[in-house]
C-alpha cells in the first residue's frame, strides 16, 4: 500500500491524470480486500463471546413439563432490575394520550402517588423498574424517572405509594396481609405469564423452542401462540429461569409484524434474600398524605364488590380470563384468543360533543382517530392499536378485544 502512496505524493509535475488514475484503480483493488478481512477477523473474534452468552445447552423438557415448573415455582425472595417496553401503536397526541389513560384507570383520588392511576405510565414507552420481594407481605416497585422515582411498597398490612417529584404520599390498609396490590397493574414477566397462562387452552399452541440467557440466567424458552385467526397475537415467548421456574423475560409481538408489543425482561436478577429495610417506609417531612378510605367504605356497604371474605375486588376493564369478564358483568363473545368483551355505555347517540375548553368538536375529534364502519348495528367507529381494538356503536355499545377490525364488525351485526 505504501509505494501507492508515495507515487500518488509525486506531484502533478511527474505523472498526468491518466496515470494517476490508473494508479487509484490499482490501489482500490488491494485496499478494498484488505479491509474487508479486516472486517471480517473482528467479527470471526467476536463468535467466541457470542457461543459463551448464547443458547445455554439445557436438557430437554415438555412444554406441559414447563408449564408445571411456571406453576410449582416457589420463589420467595427476589430483587432485580426490569426493562418494560410497550408499544401499543397508540396516536400521538401530544402527551394527551398518557393523560387519558391515567382517567381511564379504575379509582384514584387524584394523589399523583395513588397506584391505580402511576402504574397506567407502564402502558406506553420504556420504563425501568427495581424490584423487590421477601415473601407474600413485602413487595416493593420502584418506577425509576429523569431525576425522580415512584415507589410501590407492601409491608404487612400497610401499603404506600411515594412519588418523589411531587413528594406525595398514598398509604392504604390490607387487612389481609399478604394480598395487598393484587390487583395493580402486571409488572414483571411473571406478572404477564401468569396472565396468559390462566388463559390457554385448546385455541392455544404450546411448545418449548430451545433456551436462553436472561440477566445471566439459564433459561427455556416457551413459545404461545394462537390457533385461530382473526386475532392481533402473533406470538408470545416467555423466558423461564431453568433453575427456579421464575419467568425472566416476556414478550408479545402482534400478528401484524414488527415490534413487539410488550417486552419485559429483567436486565439484573437476584434470588437472594433482601434487606428488610428495603420494605421499611417513612413518609418524608413536608410530604402530602392521602389515606385511601376505600376498604372501610367497602365494609359499610356502599355497594363495592367484596370477595368471600369480605375484601373488595377491584378488576381493571379487560382484565381476566374470558369467564371472568363473563362474572364481572360484561358479556363475552367467541372463545379463546377471539373473544370480545361487550359493554352497553348506555351513550346513545354515538361519539360525544363538545369539548372540556369548552370549544370545538370532541366527537370530531375521536372520529378522526377512529375508522368510521356500518352494518345491521347501523353506524360506529372503530378505534385501532397494534394489540387492542374497539368498535364504539352509535347505540352505546363497545366491543373490544385483542382482535381485528372484520372481527369487531362480525360480532356487532351478529349481537
Not at 77 to 87: A, E, F, H, N, R
Given at each position: 500500500m505504501a509505494p501507492y502512496g508515495t507515487e500518488d505524493s509525486t506531484g502533478a509535475a511527474q505523472a498526468d491524470d491518466e496515470l494517476r488514475a490508473e494508479r487509484r484503480r490499482k490501489a482500490t483493488r488491494y485496499v478494498v480486500p484488505v479491509a474487508v478481512m479486516g472486517v471480517a477477523a473482528a467479527t470471526i473474534g467476536l463468535v467466541p463471546a457470542l457461543a459463551d452468552s448464547g443458547d445455554p445447552d439445557l436438557p430437554k423438557i415438555t412444554?406441559?413439563?414447563?408449564?408445571?415448573?411456571?406453576?410449582?415455582?416457589?420463589?420467595?425472595?427476589?430483587?432485580?432490575?426490569?426493562?418494560?417496553?410497550?408499544?401499543?401503536?397508540?396516536?400521538?397526541?401530544?402527551?394527551?394520550?398518557?393523560?387519558?389513560?391515567?382517567?381511564?384507570a379504575q379509582g384514584g383520588d387524584g394523589s399523583s402517588a395513588d397506584p391505580?392511576?402511576?402504574?397506567?405510565?407502564?402502558?406506553?414507552?420504556?420504563?425501568?423498574?427495581r424490584v423487590a420481594a421477601d415473601g407474600p407481605e413485602k413487595q416493593k416497585v420502584s418506577l425509576l424517572e429523569s431525576g425522580a422515582?415512584?415507589?410501590?411498597?407492601?409491608?404487612?398490612?400497610?401499603?404506600?405509594?411515594?412519588?418523589?417529584?411531587?413528594?406525595?404520599?398514598?398509604?392504604?390498609?390490607?387487612?389481609?396481609?399478604?394480598?395487598?396490590?393484587r390487583n395493580e397493574a402486571p409488572a414483571t414477566p411473571k406478572d404477564f405469564a401468569d396472565e396468559v397462562l390462566k388463559s390457554v387452552d385448546d385455541t392455544t399452541s404450546v411448545k418449548v423452542d430451545g433456551t436462553a440467557q436472561v440477566a445471566?440466567?439459564?433459561?427455556?424458552?416457551?413459545?404461545?401462540?394462537?390457533?385461530?385467526?382473526?386475532?392481533?397475537?402473533?406470538?408470545?415467548?416467555?423466558?423461564?429461569?431453568?433453575?427456579?421456574?421464575?419467568?425472566?423475560?416476556?414478550?408479545?409481538?402482534?400478528?401484524?409484524?414488527?415490534?413487539?408489543?410488550?417486552?419485559?425482561?429483567?436486565?439484573?436478577?437476584?434470588?437472594?434474600?433482601?434487606?428488610?429495610?428495603?420494605?421499611d417506609f417513612t413518609p418524608p417531612k413536608g410530604a402530602k398524605v392521602t389515606e385511601d378510605d376505600s376498604h372501610d367504605k367497602a365494609h359499610k356497604g356502599n355497594g363495592a364488590e367484596k370477595d368471600g371474605k369480605g375484601d373488595r375486588i377491584t378488576r381493571a376493564p379487560g382484565h381476566g380470563t374470558p369467564e371472568?369478564?363473563?362474572?364481572?358483568?360484561?358479556?363475552?363473545?367467541?372463545?379463546?384468543?377471539?373473544?370480545?368483551?361487550?359493554?352497553?355505555?348506555?351513550?346513545?347517540?354515538?361519539?360525544?360533543?363538545?369539548?372540556?375548553?369548552?370549544?370545538?368538536?370532541?366527537?370530531?375529534f375521536l372520529g378522526s382517530l377512529g375508522d368510521p364502519v356500518s352494518g345491521k348495528f347501523g353506524k360506529g367507529t372503530v378505534f385501532s392499536t397494534r394489540l387492542i381494538n374497539a368498535l364504539m356503536t352509535d347505540d352505546g355499545k363497545v366491543y373490544v378485544g385483542a382482535v381485528d377490525k372484520a372481527s369487531l364488525v362480525k360480532a356487532a351485526n351478529a349481537g
Open positions: 412444554a406441559q413439563e414447563l408449564i408445571n415448573k411456571i406453576a410449582n415455582s416457589d420463589v420467595q425472595q427476589l430483587s432485580g432490575t426490569v426493562k418494560i417496553s410497550t408499544d401499543l401503536g397508540l396516536p400521538d397526541l401530544g402527551g394527551l394520550e398518557n393523560g387519558l389513560l391515567s382517567g381511564a391505580s392511576t402511576k402504574l397506567t405510565e407502564l402502558a406506553s414507552g420504556t420504563h425501568t423498574l422515582e415512584y415507589s410501590l411498597i407492601h409491608n404487612g398490612t400497610d401499603v404506600w405509594g411515594y412519588d418523589s417529584k411531587s413528594n406525595e404520599v398514598y398509604h392504604s390498609t390490607a387487612v389481609d396481609s399478604g394480598k395487598a396490590g445471566g440466567r439459564d433459561a427455556y424458552r416457551l413459545v404461545v401462540k394462537p390457533k385461530q385467526s382473526g386475532t392481533t397475537v402473533g406470538a408470545i415467548s416467555i423466558a423461564v429461569d431453568a433453575k427456579t421456574g421464575t419467568p425472566l423475560k416476556f414478550t408479545l409481538t402482534p400478528s401484524s409484524g414488527g415490534a413487539a408489543v410488550i417486552d419485559a425482561g429483567y436486565t439484573q436478577v437476584s434470588f437472594a434474600r433482601p434487606a428488610a429495610s428495603t420494605f371472568e369478564l363473563g362474572k364481572n358483568g360484561f358479556d363475552v363473545l367467541g372463545k379463546g384468543w377471539n373473544s370480545i368483551a361487550v359493554i352497553d355505555s348506555g351513550d346513545k347517540g354515538g361519539l360525544p360533543s363538545g369539548s372540556a375548553s369548552g370549544g370545538g368538536d370532541l366527537g370530531g
